[in-house]
């Protein structure tokens, strides 16, 4: 079984970590320079060509990708958080390159090339930028990001430098537009919503859309004795309310999600009525419209609540993401695959970020998701099925034959 053969590489993979619970493989780490020749060793047996790019990716392409043909990019990201799992990031690249060492093994010649990216750096986890392998092939690198640095003071650039790569080179990473017919990424989903429908695996619809917001309530302190209750003007009690309508809003509104996930009270005393809450409200959407009306029914609560509570409430925007759509044809066409092994072709969006958001800029993008236990990602409890990572890889390998006839390439 072809999930069974991914699942042992997957267990292989995951001894290139740091000590302790789960998997640590940092980017640029001695842990990611120890996984990558296994990386290779499988796209060799793939029948890919494998390099290290200057950004530190991993990447593999099959002869027609490096004589310049349409090519399909496909993979996922090597790196963890922080004991992480087994499978979050490496899934996808693990089962790009052995569903084409399948497809090579049954004799089938796709009519265009293949190229499988490791990422060196999804998860963000060693230093403060994220997506640097995925942003320099869709030719959005920031210089910038390479002067981040980790816990350490070692920069990005220095880190590549140690790795042999040259950071220099990354913007010659930019593919052509004209010539990559997609992304596709098979990643575990990260959340519950496949397990509770007894799917195997799941079409997603778009990378989420998130903003950030941080509301500052100006109340006054006084002492929490001898003031009267009718009397205060107490900025926690109003925040409350803030969190109240947050959770409820978010709770009535399809497509979205939300938090108010920190927040700062002073004086933060026992027996002072609190005069300053600082808090943030984060709102996730795929879809942008569905985000920005929940915004506004959000924000357009605070003078209310303002009045009642007899404090002063200030709203900024400190962050926002533009959701990614997800194309049609990678979801049409991922959804008959599973069709076709008798499963119903269940769409949902992903609510976390992903390669696929950078990876926009370059083509269009899909992503296929794998049910995991409990839902449970970034955590060494992190669990996924032999058996349903057999079916991912049966609906990648039925999905790969349709691209040739949906994007008008025939012949070899
Ligand atoms: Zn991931």
């Known amino acids: ?28 780490s001695d842990e990611h320079r120890a996984v990558t020749p296994l990386i290779r ?13 200057a950004a530190g990716n ?8 490096l004589d310049g043909a ?7 990201h090597q790196d963890t958080v922080v004991s992480g799992g087994k499978y979050d990031g490496m899934l996808g690249v693990a089962l790009s390159i052995a569903v084409i060492e399948q497809l090579n ?16 750096d999804e998860e963000g986890t060693r230093f403060q930028s994220t997506l640097v392998g995925s942003r320099a092939l869709a030719g959005k ?19 590549l430098r140690a790795f042999g790569c040259r950071p220099e080179d990354i913007a010659g990473l930019k593919r052509d537009k004209a010539n990559v017919l997609g992304f596709i990424e098979t990643h575990i989903e990260q959340g519950p919503v496949l397990e509770k429908r007894d799917l195997p695996v799941g079409v997603v619809t778009a990378l989420t859309g998130i903003e950030r917001h941080r509301i500052r309530i100006q109340g006054k302190a006084s002492h929490a004795g001898t003031t009267p209750m009718n009397d205060r003007h107490d900025a926690l009690v109003a925040a409350a309310d803030v969190i109240h309508q947050v959770e409820g809003i978010c709770s009535m509104t399809d497509g979205m999600v939300g938090v108010v996930g920190k927040i700062e009270v002073s004086p933060n005393a026992v027996n002072v009525i609190p005069d300053h809450v600082d808090l943030t409200i984060e709102l996730r959407a795929p879809e942008r419209i569905v985000r920005v009306n929940g915004r506004g029914q959000i924000l357009s609560a605070l003078p209310n609540i303002a009045t009642n509570r007899r404090v002063e409430i200030s709203a900024d925007l400190t962050y926002e993401a533009e959701g990614v759509p997800c194309a049609n044809w990678i979801m049409d066409g991922l959804g008959q695959a599973i069709g076709e092994q008798g499963i119903e072709p269940f769409r949902l969006f992903s609510g976390a970020g992903h390669d696929g958001l950078a990876m926009h800029d370059l083509c269009d993008i899909g992503m296929l998701f794998v049910r995991c236990r409990d839902g449970l990602s970034h955590h060494p409890d992190e669990a996924v099925t032999p058996e349903d990572i057999d079916v991912a890889a049966r609906v990648l390998i039925d999905f790969l034959q349709m691209v040739g006839p949906i994007k008008g390439i025939s012949g070899t």
């Open 105 to 120: 093994k049954s004799g089938i010649d796709l009519p265009f090339g293949i190229e499988i990216v490791a990422f060196g």
């Open 70 to 76: 349409p090519t399909l990019i496909m993979g996922s």
């Open 141 to 159: 690198h920031d210089p910038k990001s390479l002067e981040a640095t980790d816990d350490k003071g070692i920069s990005v650039a220095d880190a």
């Open 58 to 65: 991993i990447v593999g392409r099959d002869q027609k990708a």
């Open 41 to 53: 060793d499988w796209m060799t047996k793939a029948g890919l060509t494998s390099e290290i790019d």
């Open 1 to 28: 079984m072809l999930g069974q053969l991914i699942y042992d590489r997957l267990e292989d993979a995951a001894t290139h970590s740091l000590p302790g619970p789960g998997v640590t493989r940092l980017f640029l």
